[in-house]
């Protein structure tokens, strides 16, 4: 059974219009990725019932929810800026959503004890929020919309307000709460780096639209869009005909003893840049620019014939558009 079904969704304002048709695998952890102003948080809106669609449906384990009121939807929240009671202890924030539906006293309590475990908060039950750390309100922010046994969990941008290292650690820990629990998750995220790592799959928005549906190996490996592969990722792509070459610069040879596949001769090395563990290379070939990588040993100015196996080319369609500047 599918967590999450959304059909034929339409949802329209004066100047923006979002076509949505996806499923949320149970279980799985999605990440719903795009840039600013793709359409993500109005998905959110539709999904939560918290904004009405125009068209098409919505189900929820097995439940049509396309019109019930965003209270009865048993979905949980999770926003960037934690949105806690702020005069409210930690463990009174995570029972919240349990008064609410009166549940008894010592079933709430042992909820509480066991998410603050899971969140790795133990005995942080009677602290106040503005006592915790952002980390630390995150984490309880989570616990808060877990605690209701959701059928979906929503993560809007939740780590954007955290310092990088924070956030790194804090994704993994989302992970490994959300495999621990098994509880259908769609993440919403820009980072295209915290979707390749955190995500079961990915779906890419652009423009009100799904660009494609993925495993992180498929998205950054077989990009079916222009868009989808400039805006994960680096790439180099070369205009062909009415077609464009897309390749990703860890496939791009640089002066093979014996070139094969699709080969590029008197390629001149314009720049190089150090990346700590490797040197990017950035090449002119006719007036078009091919990102490579290498030991560094190349200076600026010099030419070289570069190759691409042919198993890591991808052939795709312009789109007027990419997301990468070089
Ligand atoms: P994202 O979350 O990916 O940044 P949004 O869903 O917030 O994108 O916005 C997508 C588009 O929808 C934007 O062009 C925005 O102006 C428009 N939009 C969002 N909410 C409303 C609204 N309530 N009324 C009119 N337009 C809206």
Avoid at 285 to 299: E, K, M, P, T, Y
């Amino acid at each position: 059974m599918s967590g999450l079904v959304v059909r034929g969704l339409v949802k329209q304002y004066p100047e923006f219009t979002l076509y949505l048709d996806c499923e949320v695998p149970q279980g799985s952890l999605t990440t719903l990725l795009g840039p600013s102003g793709c359409g993500k948080s109005t998905a959110l809106s539709v999904i939560t019932g918290i904004e009405d669609q125009q068209q098409g449906s919505i189900i929820l384990a097995g439940r049509d929810i396309s019109h019930v009121p965003p209270w009865d939807r048993n979905i949980g929240l999770v926003f960037q800026d934690y949105a806690l009671f702020p005069h409210m202890s930690a463990g009174a924030n995570i029972a919240y959503g349990l008064h609410v539906r009166s549940v008894s006293r010592q079933e709430i309590k042992r909820t509480v004890a066991h998410l603050l475990e899971l969140i790795g908060l133990e005995g942080y039950e009677h602290r106040r929020i503005n006592e915790l750390s952002g980390g630390e309100q995150q984490r309880i922010a989570l616990a808060r919309a877990l605690a209701p046994k959701p059928d979906l969990l929503l993560l809007d941008e939740p780590l954007s307000a955290l310092d990088a290292k924070l956030r790194v650690r804090l994704r993994t820990e989302i992970q490994r709460i959300q495999r621990e629990l098994g509880v259908t998750t769609i993440y919403v995220t820009h980072d295209q780096e915290e979707a390749l790592d955190i995500s079961d799959e990915i779906i890419v928005m652009n423009r009100g639209r799904i660009e494609q549906v993925g495993t992180p190996q498929e998205i950054y490996h077989k990009p079916q869009t222009l868009f989808c592969g400039t805006f994960i990722g680096t790439s180099s792509q070369i205009p062909e005909g009415d077609r464009v070459l897309f390749f990703r610069p860890e496939h791009v040879q640089v002066a093979p003893d014996d070139p094969r596949g699709r080969i590029f001769t008197n390629c001149l090395l314009e720049r190089k840049r150090y990346r700590g563990f490797f040197y990017e290379y950035l090449f002119n070939w006719n007036g078009h620019q091919i990102l490579a990588h290498g030991d560094g040993s190349l200076f600026s100015g010099a030419s070289c014939t570069l190759a691409v196996d042919r198993k890591h080319l991808a052939d795709l369609e312009p789109s007027g558009e990419t997301t990468q500047s070089l």
